[in-house]
């Protein structure tokens, strides 16, 4: 009767991992992907091609526009399109949340755990376990010169910076972690979760845009829904429009395509503009961030490293500064860094001081800092044309968090011997909570087992169901979630494979 | 249709990216050495570059043409080719100071960088490129395919194929 028992829209963090583990179980599942497929033999290290092949086009938040001019500052919002999603492209750094942050997540949206309890981080402790196995997560200790250089300038200012934990194996050879890795040592979605999944049966469609969910009415259920999901509408490479059925259907586009999923399906129409469905694309976090680039006298050739092998975590939580510092970021190649780089203003540079930066790049080491954020941005769709803008104030707060974060980054960078410093435009990679969990219609789409409350089969499992924002790099929590929402749909408590 | 660039620029906008691009990406003081944009052909990786853009953005761009137009005009009473090197630059950051054409430039801008720092010459240079000037080697070197084949221009001269 259906084609699939599950299909999955989206192949980075969670819908690689969810179709590993459903394939796994013995579902029959399809995963969708906008981007191409690509692998270990096809990433050269060549910036342009990376940028094109796997990296979606960059866009902006439109602060200015959204506010009539009260909001002057823009963010660049980056993620990965291709198979593996952004763990393809990402700096694969796999830190846990801290416990404060999934506390906060009951406070947001009453998320709670299996017997009905607010969700607190002891619940989450075997699910990180298990994709910590699954993914090779180890402390990455094999620092570069430009890590041990500021290592040296924290210490001096007494600070201790710390090794980040790492999608990576032993075999990292240090290079092109934004570009794919060549080596195959990063164990992003595509190695650890999608080629395997290939060989338990999974179908992987590749350059193929999902354009809706398909939705039906049905039999009111015990939860009081009245539709149902059973299947997409997609565009195939030739661009050909299809439709395949399913029992069950789950977004992982990212959190920021997961809305305008449905936001294309007419979801809320559909429903009849409930409470929950009224929150999708609301509650926008991103981790705001900006690089510090510092120019020392060593020739660091800061290309050839791995993008952020050390972080300094004491400033991260909110009350305690609300701002962390990974390093030594300097995009890993000429291309990337020129676009970026800024000077002390935020003026992207242009002209002969351009040139000279970059004739200086072998000499650069840099900072990435994010900061504690809100969940105050906002997704917008305008139907008509189909086009989705975004809105992310960066206020007052997250611009001294952020120049607190550049003083005491530069007063490092400045103990260890750098002699001009850089910024670049603000930035990031880490956009959550579009479509939130929890048990609060009101302020959530999905319930704690990530099921649509106003739509059953339909599943929403990506950086969008975060409730609030995490002080750390959250691809490891969706990994995590993930996990969860597999560990349910695989077993009994889930009848839709019955 | 055109044999030689510009494939989708008229001339004037050609000649109007080429001055933008060297006021980005200047070259040194011996151009042979340090070559800059104008040097290496990005307006040439500009033009193909455009061919494949979406409506809106090819709009955005022509938008960011007539701005810069026009600011010249007002500050400087000539067209941004003719305009001095510092009055260019001059101009290029007011607009991209401005919040409002912010995002235009900062993408007319990248797409220039695109046509420099990616290591692209076009069919009739054959001096250093960024790269050089840079010292920009890598680990891997024979796994880097550069691949510009989706350039019009790359794809008409043998020489580069």
Not at chain 1, 32 to 40: D, H, I, N, R
Not at chain 1, 75 to 93: N, P, R
Not at chain 1, 366 to 373: N, P, V, W
């Amino acid at each position: 009767m259906y084609d699939y028992d599950v299909i999955i829209v989206g192949s980075g963090a969670a819908g690689g991992a969810l179709a590993f583990k459903l394939s796994h179980s013995g579902k029959k599942v399809a995963l969708f992907e906008k981007g191409g497929g690509y692998s270990t033999g096809d990433f050269t290290r060549f910036e342009l091609t990376a940028y094109r092949n796997l990296w979606a086009e960059p866009r902006f938040t439109s602060n200015f526009e959204l506010t009539q001019g009260r909001l002057k500052k823009e963010i660049a919002l980056g993620m990965g399109s291709c198979v593996g999603g952004s763990t393809t492209i990402f700096t694969a750094v796999a830190q846990r949340a801290f416990p404060e942050n999934i506390e906060r997540w009951y406070r947001e949206t009453k998320v709670v755990n299996e017997n009905g309890e607010p969700l607190n981080i002891s619940d989450l402790e075997d699910n990180y376990r298990t994709v910590e196995a699954e993914t090779s997560v180890r402390p990455y200790t094999d620092w570069d010169k430009g890590v041990q250089l500021l290592s040296h300038g924290f210490r001096k200012i007494g600070l201790q910076i710390e090794p980040v934990n790492a999608y990576i194996t032993k075999e990292c050879d240090h290079s092109g972690c934004l570009f794919g890795c060549p080596t195959g040592a990063k164990k992003g979605s595509l190695l650890a979760y999608i080629i395997p999944a290939i060989y338990n049966g999974l179908e992987l469609y590749t350059k193929c845009f999902v354009k809706k969910v398909l939705i039906r009415k049905t039999k009111e259920d015990w939860l009081g829904r009245k539709f149902e999901a059973y299947g997409i509408r997609y565009l195939d490479e030739q661009g050909n429009e299809k439709e395949l059925t399913s029992k069950v259907v789950i977004l992982s586009a990212g959190a920021l395509e997961t809305p305008l999923i449905l936001f294309r399906s007419e979801y809320a129409e559909v429903v009849g503009y409930t409470e929950s469905a009224m929150q999708i694309g609301k509650n926008l976090a991103v981790n705001t961030g900006t690089i510090l680039f510092g120019v020392f006298d060593e020739v660091l050739n800061n290309w050839d490293i791995h993008p952020l092998s050390a972080h300094l975590l004491d400033f991260a939580l909110e009350e305690k500064g609300g701002f962390l510092l990974e390093m030594s970021e300097t995009m890993e190649g000429p291309l990337g860094f020129s676009q970026v780089v800024t000077d002390e203003s935020g003026m992207p540079l242009i002209g002969e001081r351009l040139q000279m930066v970059l004739k200086n790049y072998n000499r650069v080491a840099g900072i990435f800092i994010s900061i504690h954020d809100s969940n105050d941005g906002e997704i917008y769709w305008n139907s008509k044309i189909e086009e989705a803008k975004y809105l992310k104030p960066i206020t007052c707060a997250d611009e001294r968090r952020i120049e607190k974060a550049v003083m005491l980054s530069k007063d490092a960078m400045m103990a260890a011997g750098a002699k001009e410093f850089y910024r670049s435009i603000y930035l990031s990679h880490h956009a959550q909570g579009t479509c939130r969990i929890g048990e609060d219609k009101s302020r959530s789409v999905a319930n704690s087992n990530f099921e649509a409350h106003d739509c059953a089969r339909l599943f929403i499992c990506d950086g969008s169901s975060i409730p609030s924002v995490l002080d750390v790099n959250p691809s490891l929590t969706i990994y995590a979630l993930a996990d969860r929402l597999a560990k349910y749909l695989n077993s009994e408590r889930c009848k839709y494979f019955a | 249709m055109n044999d030689k660039p510009p494939y989708a620029l008229t001339q004037e906008e050609y000649e109007l990216i080429e001055a933008i691009a060297d006021t980005i990406i200047p070259p040194g003081k011996d151009p042979a050495k340090e070559p800059g944009a104008k040097q290496v052909g990005t307006k040439n990786y500009f033009d193909s570059r455009f061919l494949e853009l979406s409506e809106s953005e090819k709009i955005a761009i022509r938008r960011c043409f007539s701005l810069l137009e026009k600011k010249c005009l007002s500050l400087c009473g000539t067209r941004f080719k003719d305009a001095r090197r510092e009055d260019r630059e001059s101009i290029l950051n007011i607009l991209l100071s401005n919040p409002e054409s912010f995002k235009d430039f900062f993408k007319l801008r990248a797409i220039c960088l695109e046509g420099y720092y990616s290591d692209y010459k076009d069919p009739w240079y054959h001096g250093p490129t960024a790269w050089d000037i840079i010292g920009f080697k890598i680990k891997n070197v024979s796994f880097m395919k550069k691949d510009f084949s989706f350039l019009k221009v790359y794809n008409t001269y043998s020489e580069r194929k």
